[in-house]
Nanobody
Framework: QVQLVESGGGLVQAGGSLRLSCAAS????????MGWYRQGPGNERELVAR???????DYANSVKGRFTISRDYAKNTVYLQMNSLKPEDTAVYYC?????????WGKGTLVTVSS
């Protein structure tokens, strides 16, 4: 089992920045990729960014150039640096860890961007 705890969400004005963190514990040694997903009001959960074990990353088109995902393998922690935030980035952001036996989710952290 893997436990994930997100932090760093909050209220920010449009154009501002936030940095999300997700710390993995438990059987974190067997984690492959880690990623950030979000679910806005009335929307389905969507991929924001994902980083593999080898450090390669993918981003949703809507956040490319504004968000950066990074990973500290020694600390089993993944980060999401969010710059130039827009009101449409408002959502609950979830961390996900992928292992060979499936995916594990955190409980989410709320990001609210005011206009």
């Amino acid at each position: 089992q893997v436990q994930l705890v997100e932090s760093g969400g909050g209220l920010v004005q449009a154009g501002g920045s936030l940095r999300l963190s997700c710390a993995a514990s438990g059987s974190a040694f067997s984690i492959n990729a880690m990623g950030w997903y979000r679910q806005g009001p009335g929307n389905e959960r969507e991929l924001v960014a994902r980083i593999s074990n080898r450090g390669s990353s993918d981003y949703a088109n809507s956040v490319k150039g504004r968000f950066t995902i990074s990973r500290d393998y020694a600390k089993n922690t993944v980060y999401l640096q969010m710059n130039s935030l827009k009101p449409e980035d408002t959502a609950v952001y979830y961390c996900k860890a992928e292992r060979n036996d499936g995916g594990y989710w955190g409980k989410g952290t709320l990001v609210t961007v005011s206009s």
